[in-house]
């Protein structure tokens, strides 16, 4: 019966290396999106400021591929990655966004705060367009191509190291 | 927590009698403990909420009781993202509303309850969802018992057929 003392042990100790290894391990709180390889679906959605139009399925699909930011004025970490959204920019990215459960003032006051990168806003009062391209929360940020389909997605704010990953990303959804 | 904060004061208790070098660190304790509990009162939730007015259907019911039914049993098994050990029946995040709202108007449209859920799951994964699945990656939850009881039932055999 000696050898099964031995497995019984092994297992116990491989179990427990386990656990170990697991814990050690940071955690991933983000639940991505299963939507990467797919076709966003379709929307249209109103202008979230006056001096930006809307924001369409359609506006996604025009060959040309776009970052699609999901922000809020009402989300902190939104501001925090204001300073690298100019820096892509600049750096030749077209930058859409969709503005959730936000009114038009309290974006604009935003955008006058901490710059405007965004080329179109849409307006998702009840997340339906957040909820339709599987995002979880605010600020995200998703890599469209020219066909309109979800390549790559950002969460969290985008920091100092995410820019050249997502100009990356862009420039790989536009061979 | 109260009865901790009380202790010292209690004349009677058998831990009255006891050496005195003890009391200070019980005050220590307790003063510790109810600033905690004031600190924990005046504290102010971080996380950043919007001001809408929540979606139509977050906080109303489908005029039809049946439909009601189907989209209430269905929200109870998913999960809400923003507070992931609630489920979206449970959470007052506006998120949470938004999801309510979706599932009741795809069902007072006429959708199932499974079309629903699917519609979810292939925006979110299996995460979303807390209908147990056998899928490519949860089967080993469910292989696992019943290889265990296997063995179980492969030592006993072995045990009781020896004894005899």
């Not at chain 1, 820096?87 to 955008?111: C, H, Y």
């Not at chain 1, 469209?144 to 100092?160: A, E, L, N, S, T």
């Amino acid at each position: 019966m000696t050898w099964f003392r031995w497995i019984m042990l092994g297992l116990a100790i491989g179990l427990f290396g386990l656990f170990a290894y697991q814990l050690s391990q940071p955690k991933d709180e983000f639940i991505h999106s299963a939507m990467i390889g797919e076709t966003i679906p379709p929307f249209d959605l109103p202008p979230a400021v006056a001096d930006r139009p809307g924001l369409s399925s359609a506006d996604l699909a025009d060959g040309q591929p776009k970052l699609l930011n999901v922000f809020a004025s009402w989300c902190v970490p939104c501001a925090a990655e204001a300073p690298n959204l100019a820096r892509l920019e600049a750096a030749g990215a077209d930058i859409v966004a969709v503005a959730i459960r936000d009114r038009p003032e309290d974006v604009a006051r935003f955008l006058a705060t901490y710059g405007n990168p965004f080329t179109r806003i849409g307006k998702d009062d009840i997340s339906a367009v957040q909820l339709s391209i599987g995002s979880s929360g605010v600020p995200e940020t998703f890599v469209i191509d020219g066909d309109g389909v979800i390549r790559y997605q950002h969460m969290g704010d985008i920091r100092d190291e995410h820019v050249p990953v997502l100009l990356a990303e862009l420039r790989e959804a536009g061979e | 927590m109260i009865g901790f904060i009380r202790r010292p004061r209690c004349r009677s208790h058998p831990a009255a009698g006891k050496p005195r070098v003890h009391e200070p660190l019980r005050r220590g304790f307790a003063f510790v403990g109810i600033a905690m509990l004031i600190l924990s009162c005046l504290a102010i939730p971080t996380s950043a909420q919007d001001t809408l007015p929540p979606a139509p259907y977050a906080y109303t019911q489908i005029d039809d009781p049946e439909l009601e039914a189907k989209a209430m049993a269905l929200m109870e098994t998913l999960r809400c993202l923003k507070c992931q050990s609630q489920s979206i029946a449970d959470s007052d995040a506006p998120m949470a509303g938004d999801m309510r709202h979706q599932v009741r108007s795809r069902i007072a449209a006429g959708e199932s309850p499974e079309q629903v859920r699917a519609w979810l799951v292939a925006r979110y994964g299996d995460y979303v969802s807390y209908k147990p699945a056998v899928s490519s990656t949860t089967w080993p939850l469910f292989a696992i018992p019943l290889l265990l009881l296997a063995l179980v039932a492969f030592i006993l055999f072995r045990r009781l057929g020896r004894t005899r």
